[in-house]
């Protein structure tokens, strides 16, 4: 039997799974899909139409799938998509996506969100990501697989951050980080690749090299755009992970900070 708290409030439409629990004194709206062993504290709004995967912790005083703060929202029965195995901690604020964009705001697995972040309509979170107190992505925001943002990072709307990339404390990101890139600033600038995480991920020396090589051609060798682009083609025949840069590159819109 699902666990909720008496003081809690369930509109009739939700779909809450068996062994749910939800603390005292939530909300949860109409059109909400919570899937198994996921746990809700005290506190919590959840509006809808949102799904929610299984086993996910969510924190006292989060407030998510509320509308988007957009001035163009009209209602519009857009979506919030969470997957499986997410930590969101206290005063989280995850918004739901416009009909200007895909209409959803869409977060992975795995990922570890703490206190005061907010996810605002239309973001795409990968999953494994690590946002740290009070980190905030603006609309439109895409954060790939591996991110780690320090504490209140700023990140502009649009932008695009790629896997593994790392921003320090107090980052303010306006234009879009590559692949394993480490950033830090106001605005944001490259300092280097994030050596430490792909350690801990199991790169090897090998692998962690090439990229520090293909960060050079992107960073230090004085190229334009399209010639580094160019010699990072012939490094990806030879070093597979750097392919993931230049796919990146390939679909940034809002130009690399470099």
């Known amino acids: 039997m699902s666990k909720i ?25 109409a059109n909400v899909e919570i899937a198994a062993g996921t746990r809700i504290g005290a506190h919590v709004v959840i509006n809808g139409p949102t799904r929610i995967g299984r086993d996910n912790r969510i924190h006292a005083f989060a407030a998510v799938g509320g509308d988007p703060q957009d001035k163009k929202f009209a209602d519009e029965a857009t979506l919030l998509e969470i997957g499986d195995r997410n930590t969101i901690r206290e005063f989280v604020t995850i918004n739901r996506g416009t ?12 990922n570890w969100i ?25 609309g439109h925001v895409k954060v790939d697989d591996w991110v780690i943002l320090g504490g209140f990072t700023l990140v502009h709307q649009f932008c695009q951050i790629g896997a593994h990339a790392f921003t320090s404390m107090g980052a303010i990101v306006n234009r879009d980080v590559p692949p394993y890139v480490t950033v830090a600033g106001n605005f944001a600038e490259p300092k280097g690749i994030n050596s ?3 350690k801990r991920r199991g790169y090897s020396s090998e692998r962690i090299m090439d990229i520090k090589r ?3 051609t992107l960073y230090k060798s004085g190229l334009p755009l399209a010639e580094a682009r160019s010699e990072l083609a012939n490094a990806a025949r030879e070093a597979p992970d750097v392919q993931l840069m230049l796919d990146f590159i390939a679909r940034s819109e809002r130009s690399l900070i470099r």
């Open 5 to 29: 708290h008496p003081s809690a409030i369930v509109d009739p439409s939700a779909r809450i799974a068996d062994d749910v629990e939800i603390g005292p004194f939530c909300v949860i709206g």
């Open 214 to 216: 293909a960060y050079k």
């Open 114 to 138: 703490m206190a005061y972040v907010h996810i605002a309509h239309d973001c795409v979170v990968g999953s494994n990501t690590i946002f740290a107190n009070a980190a905030s992505l603006a």
């Open 99 to 110: 009909v200007q964009d895909g209409g959803i705001t869409r977060i992975g697995d795995d």
């Open 196 to 198: 430490e995480g792909l």
